[in-house]
């Protein structure tokens, strides 16, 4: 692995162990020295040598002064042999205390050598070796691998071949554009397809390195539109939508106007918690049936959520609900995590929990940490009925003229179609949580636009829209229940 400004040097197969002094290998290497190097005897030796005196002193003295204080005399009148005593126990403490930071001295040992290392190559002096290669492309026997090609057709023959793995192209060139390029042509010449439509130039390929998508051959230009301003709880907001769905952004914005005509929208959070759910095993279902009964029984959960607050000073326990399937206990934890989606957060929380709980299961064989009883990127009923990250409802009242004038159609005919179609539809149907007209649309499009993880749109577009005519059947009742929005 390179090191920007130094160059580390790995020792040589010659180079001496143990006590044995070091020196430079047949190649004129540089050996990095050891902390122990600098004792005149094997560091184990050493180590013995010096617990013995500490041992030794420190009896000698507990027994002279226990025949002093039984004779009464002064602790501080000491004789040449208790002197000397007294030296070998600071003498061994010193050294047995300083021991457990060896490894420091030796870090620090080293760091000089790697500043020699880098002086002499600075100045123009002696040609430092090369920096290893990285460990992936070591052969089993430690060999070096073979020099990266100079001219991008031979880089790209060699990943078609195999003799250069696609993924170290960015490591091995330092240059992420570049070996974009390189790994496309390759794609290109292994599947004998061109790859059209799929820009490869205006991307800043470094700033995903070592972040997300690895192995990249492009990216893909999504327009962004904007609708609003929404009215919602009294302000005013612009919604980005990431789309290549015609018409969507413009009736999502016909939606934004009629609800802002109509003196805006409210909204109510009324649940938020992420969930994790683990699965584990045991020997029996009795012992999964003791373990549920022992983490929903409320006189415990005070200390399950201490366990569990420690990962965290955001995460905080709301709940345990667990289920059973034979030997098999899936454990849904259900915390609050402040302002991050906190998929992460509440996964530590949880193995927090799992590891208490080992001390009084010792039997529990934890098979998974997420047993898709959570659930997560998955259409499930449990997110429907329980809830997962923000539950939301927002209603609005649109005025008879704003539904005749914006939305081209008048109250009873919109109760009818939700009814029908939003409803009974999608009953007959048998969706699950889809009780809705597009609402994956409007979410998909400003989670791309925001960042938000796109494949969390299965659970947070569970929606269910109510439509009802009030003020003797002149204006309009709406709303829409959203009970696991994951952001």
Not at 88 to 104: D, N, T, W
Not at 108 to 116: G, I, L, R, Y
Not at 137 to 154: F, H, N, Q
Request: hydrophobic share 45%.
């Amino acid at each position: 692995m390179a090191v920007e400004g130094r160059r580390k040097v790995a020792p040589t197969h010659g180079a001496a162990v143990g006590g044995a002094p070091r020196h430079r290998g047949q190649q004129g290497e540089r050996v990095r020295v050891q902390a122990g190097d600098a004792l005149p005897l094997p560091i184990r030796h050493t180590n013995l040598i010096f617990s013995a005196l500490f041992a030794a002193s420190l009896a000698y003295l507990m027994r002279r002064w226990r025949e002093k204080i039984r004779l009464s005399t002064p602790l501080h009148v000491v004789g040449l042999a208790e002197i000397f005593a007294i030296c070998g126990l600071v003498a061994s403490l010193i050294y047995l205390l300083s021991f457990f930071g060896i490894a420091f001295v030796q870090s620090v040992v080293s760091n000089s050598d790697d500043e020699e290392d880098f002086l002499i190559d600075s100045r123009g002096g002696a040609q430092a070796p090369p920096p290893p290669a990285p460990c992936s492309l070591l052969g089993s026997a430690g060999a070096a691998p073979e020099k990266m090609p100079e001219e991008d057709e031979e880089i790209v023959s060699a990943v078609v071949s195999g003799n250069i793995p696609s993924y170290l192209l960015e490591t091995r060139l330092g240059d992420c554009l570049r070996a974009a390029g390189i790994r496309r042509e390759a794609l290109r010449r292994t599947t004998g397809r061109e790859i059209k439509g799929l820009p490869l130039d205006g991307f800043d390929y470094a700033s995903i390195l070592g972040q997300c998508c690895e192995l990249p051959v492009g990216y893909v230009q999504l327009p962004v539109g904007v609708a609003g301003p929404l009215v919602l709880d009294g302000e005013r907001f612009y919604v980005p939508m990431a789309t290549t769905e015609g018409c969507l952004v413009a009736s999502t914005n016909r939606g934004c106007k009629a609800i802002a005509e109509s003196g805006g929208a409210t909204s109510v959070v009324f649940q938020d918690g992420m969930t994790r759910a683990p699965v584990a095993q045991f020997p029996s279902a009795r012992r999964a049936a003791e373990l549920k009964v022992f983490l929903e029984d409320p006189a415990n959960f005070d200390t399950l959520a201490v366990v569990f607050n420690r990962s965290s000073r955001f995460a905080r326990l709301q709940r345990v609900k667990c289920a059973l399937a034979g030997r098999n206990i899936y454990m849904r934890f259900s915390c609050s995590t402040g302002d991050a989606m906190g998929m992460n957060m509440v996964s530590k929380g949880v193995q927090n929990v799992l590891d208490y709980l080992q001390d009084d299961f010792p039997d529990m064989d934890v098979i998974s940490i997420s047993g898709n009883f959570c659930s997560d990127k998955k259409s499930a009923a449990v997110n429907w009925i329980e809830g997962r990250g923000k539950s939301v409802v927002c209603e609005a009242v649109i005025k008879e003229e704003v539904v005749k004038k914006v939305l081209k159609t008048n109250v009873k005919a919109l109760v009818e179609l939700n009814v029908v179609k939003n409803l009974a539809g999608s009953a007959v149907a048998g969706a699950l949580g889809g009780f809705n007209a597009h609402a994956s649309n409007i979410v998909t499009a400003i989670f791309i636009a925001t960042g938000q993880d796109p494949a969390q749109n299965v659970e947070s577009s569970q929606c269910i829209t109510m439509l009802e005519a009030i003020n003797d059947g002149k204006d309009l009742h709406i709303s829409v229940t959203m009970p696991s929005i994951e952001v």
